[in-house]
Each structure stands twice: as C-alpha cells, then as structure tokens.
C-alpha cells in the first residue's frame, strides 16, 4: 500500500499495530470440486458463489441464492463454511468479500471461491473490511491477480496479503466507528437510490404523456384548427416514395446501368397499420407504423480481419448503452476501404437501436447519434431509422421508449443466449401521431422537463459517487490508525499474535499426543 510506506518503500505501521503476510493470519480452504450442479435443489444447504460476494461491502448478498443437497463426501465437509470465515473470489471478479457471521445456516463454496479462516484472536470483520478497502485488499489483489485472458488468485497469492493489524482492542473500536458511519452512510445512499428511481418513474410517465396527448390537451384547446394528422402522413408517403426512386436512381447511376422500364413497380408501399384494439386517439390525431415513417436500415458484418488501428469507427452492439452512444472498445474501417459503404454512415439525430439483446438492466439500447459520435458506419445487428423529410423524429424517439414499444421488442425476441429482434419487427410498431405544430409543442415541453430530469439524475450520481468516495476514505483512515483514538493500555498486536501462536502451538502438541 503506497499511501502507508516511507520513502524507501518499506512498510510502516501506527504505535502498537503489527503487519502481517496471509498465510500467517488464514488458513486456506478451495474447492476443487466442479460436479456441484448435479446436486441443486430447491432446498437444502447454501451454495455459496461470487454473485452472493462484494467488493466495497463485507455482507453476502443473499437475494440470489443457489441450493445444494451435498453428497456425503469429504469434499463436501470441507468446502463447509463456518461462522466467522472470511470468503474471497479467487477467478473471474476476484477478490470480491463476504463475511460469514457467526450464526448462519449451513453453506459450501463453489470452486470460484476460497475460505480464509482467520486465526484466532483477530476481529474478523476488522480483517474483512480491510480486504475490501480500496487502497489496501483491493489495491494488492488487483496486483497479485494472474492470467493473461481469465484472470485468478493462487492460494500462494492470498498467503502473500500484507495485512495491518491493530490491537485487539482497537480493532473493535474501528470496526463499531466504521459500521456506525456505514451504517449513516447507506441510509443517506439509499434515500439517493429512491429519487433516482422516483426520476426514472416520473421520466416514463412524461413520455407515456406526451405519446397519449395527455401533456397538450391544454395546447390543442387554445388550437382547434390544427391541420390533422392524417394529412401529414399522406405527405410522409408520398415523400416516402420519392426518397426511394431516388434512392434506386443513385444506385444505377453509380453502377453505371440505366434503370429498366418497370424499375418503379418494385416499390413496396407499406402497410397501414392494424388498430383495431388500440385506445382511442386525441382529435386530429392518426396510428403509423414505423415502416410508414421511416427507413430501417440494417449495418454491414465487416470483416474483422480487415480492421485498422485507425479509420472510421464502426457502430457495434458493444458501442451503445441506454440513451447514448459510447466509444470505448472502438474497432475501425480503414479509409480507403470505404467506398461501396458510405450509405452506412449514421448521421447526426438519427435513432440507433441494437438488435442483440436490446433490453438490459439500465433500460433500452436506444440512442440518437450526436455531432460527437460521428463519423461512423453501422455494423449487423445494428439498425437505423433514416426518417422521411417533415417526419416527426422527435416524436418518434419519445414513442420508442415507451413501455409499448419495449413490450413489442420483448415479444418479438427470439434466441435464449442471444435475444435479438429483426428489422421487420421494428418496422411493425404502431404509434400515435399528431399532428406536425402539436408534435413540435410535445418536443419543446418533453425537452424541458427531460433537462430537469437529467440535472436531477447527474446531481444525484455526483452524490452518489461522492458517497463512495467517503467510504472508501473512512477505511483507508481506519487501517492507517486515524480512524479512532489510540489507547496506550491496549495490549500491542504482536504481543497478542505471539501469546496465540505459543498456544496455538501447545494445542498442536496436546493433539498430536492423543493421536498415539
């Protein structure tokens, strides 16, 4: 731990306190076993894995729990955890924590997780909390952890922990002062937790509002004379056709053909959409289909092979995350491949939507694309709205994320590993349309109540983040001993560690005479 060693490097501790590597303060217990899952059952002992672990808390998560009935195996006694165990993740998410407390129920690890069972006469929450503290546990297992492509903790890792002990006394201290803070802590993140999910009901009911009509009912009162509609999507159809002869005519062009007699009989007009069931609209109002109003293009399966280091980025399902488009993990096309592509490039306030797996826990993998995100192509699986001209595409994109259209999406998945839609699908969805002025109004009250809405939610993850910040903060004082007061009659921790290791060692020989 940087933030606790002099200059040379070496480690140092505060008056009393005793440092001490893994294997002197555990005793370490795996599971090699990997048969486990023929022995779930709807009751039985806990089955004990890296999803019931934590990194910033001790606690095990229990609301996703898994059951055994254990074979009768040494084995299965030995991945036994008792009260008192420190679990630790050692594959995949490693050096999440769990502490077992001292009544729990019968429960056995998976191979994803070990049992470092401390040696007597530590607080085992005290020990626990600093493996899960940023700057201490977590900081060195991040360092020990091995592999280039799964990452994983070796038993020699953990024994390699350099581990900060207080006196005992201390130690209890520390632990009551940062559970009482915690314990103030949690219920100020949880009151944020509550607003935020307030905003996030309040920014569905805004949009359900807006789509209904229910937020202009007062606008269409003071403007009864609207043109309707209806009228406007004769425009976007007739529109519609033009956009695809001209479309057809650049495509014979650049090919150099000439286009035959009979090139516009091939336009498919789309179908009107299907209303019988569906609720009764406000006056002047009409049913679309996303068919009607926009195309939905689908991206390219480029060739991985043919990727640059550089070039245009390619927008992939990896690239979009709910309400936005993100950057991280970029592949590129290199520029001087792209010619035959450029109808591919999205363009700015078009709606992106991912076709795998759509649906995730933040929401919908809606997005428009902004100046920022620009340029870049659509890759498979990618789809696309390029909107006619006059085409409400404010509206539309407040329509699709309405708990409508995710219902359609959700029923039209198909694949168990993979969900996925098709373009098809997308182009099924019926939405209301106002008319053109209306819609302009919805945007403009929609756009100023979603800002509010935003500057809510950033100011409640600042806090948030804040919060975390402060916990973190609160171990990292505690294991440098700044925590609480020190007491100068506490029994040092090594004189502790030394009078448990002589009795732990006359225990051992007691034992070894009764086995004779």
Not at 157 to 182: C, G, M, S, T
Not at 210 to 234: D, Q
Not at 423 to 439: F, K, S
Not at 475 to 502: N, T
Request: proline share 6%; charged share 25%.
């Amino acid at each position: 731990m940087s933030e606790v060693t002099n200059k040379k490097g070496e480690y140092f501790t505060p008056h009393g306190w005793k440092r001490v590597n893994g294997s002197e303060l555990f005793s370490f217990i795996t599971s090699g076993s990997r048969g486990w899952a023929k022995y779930y059952s709807d009751a039985g002992p806990l089955f004990l894995r890296v999803g019931n672990l934590d990194h910033a808390s001790i606690q095990l998560d229990l609301t996703n729990v898994q059951r055994v009935t254990p074979p009768l195996t040494l084995e299965a006694k030995r991945t036994k955890v008792c009260g008192g165990d420190i679990l630790i993740s050692v594959t995949a998410d490693v050096g999440m924590i769990g502490v077992v407390p001292n009544a729990f129920e019968d429960a056995h690890i998976n191979q994803h997780v070990a049992i470092c069972r401390p040696h007597d006469g530590n607080d085992v929450r005290f020990v626990g909390w600093f493996l899960a503290s940023e700057a201490g546990g977590q900081k060195q297992f991040r360092q020990l952890q091995r592999g280039a492509t799964k990452q994983g903790l070796g038993l020699d890792d953990i024994q390699n922990l350099n581990v900060p002990l207080a006196p005992l006394n201390e130690q209890h201290r520390i632990v009551a002062k940062i559970e009482e803070l915690f314990s103030d802590l949690d219920a100020g993140m949880a009151a944020l937790e509550r607003a935020k999910a307030n905003l996030k009901r309040y920014r569905a009911a805004l949009l359900k509002a807006a789509v209904e009509g229910k937020l202009t009912e007062a606008w269409r009162k003071k403007h009864p004379k609207t043109e309707p509609a209806s009228k406007l999507l004769e425009r976007i159809l007739t529109e519609r056709r033009q956009k695809w002869e001209a479309d057809q005519l650049a495509k014979f062009a650049a090919a150099g053909k000439q286009p035959p007699k009979n090139w516009r009989e091939k336009y498919v007009e789309p179908s009107p959409p299907e209303t019988s069931g569906l609720p009764e609209l406000p006056k002047r109002w009409c049913w679309a289909t996303i068919q009607q109003l926009a195309f939905v293009d689908v991206g390219f399966a480029f060739k991985s092979a043919e990727f640059a280091k550089t070039g245009v980025r390619l927008l992939r399902g990896e690239n979009m995350e709910p309400g936005r488009l993100r950057w991280k993990d970029v592949r590129y096309w290199p520029h001087d491949k792209l010619a035959g592509y450029e109808h591919l490039l999205v363009e700015e306030g078009q709606i992106i939507l991912a076709m795998d797996r759509p649906m995730v826990s933040a929401g919908l993998k809606l997005a428009r694309a902004q100046a920022s995100d620009l340029p870049c192509l659509l890759v498979q699986r990618m789809a696309r709205l390029r909107m006619i001209d006059e085409c409400p595409t404010d509206f539309l994109h407040y329509s699709m994320q309405t708990q409508a259209f995710i219902n359609l999406l959700l029923g039209d998945q198909t694949g168990t590993q993979l969900p996925h839609i098709s373009g098809a699908g997308i182009e099924r969805y019926v939405t209301p349309l106002p008319p053109l002025l209306e819609q302009k109004q919805i945007a403009s009250e929609v756009s100023e109540n979603l800002s509010q809405i935003e500057s809510a939610e950033a100011a409640i993850t600042r806090d948030l983040l804040r919060a975390t910040r402060l916990r973190q903060s609160i171990l990292k004082q505690a294991f440098e001993g700044k925590l609480v007061p020190q007491d100068p009659s506490d029994e040092p921790a090594g004189v502790m560690l030394d009078r448990f290791k002589i009795v732990a060692a006359r225990l051992s020989k007691t034992s070894k005479r009764g086995r004779v």
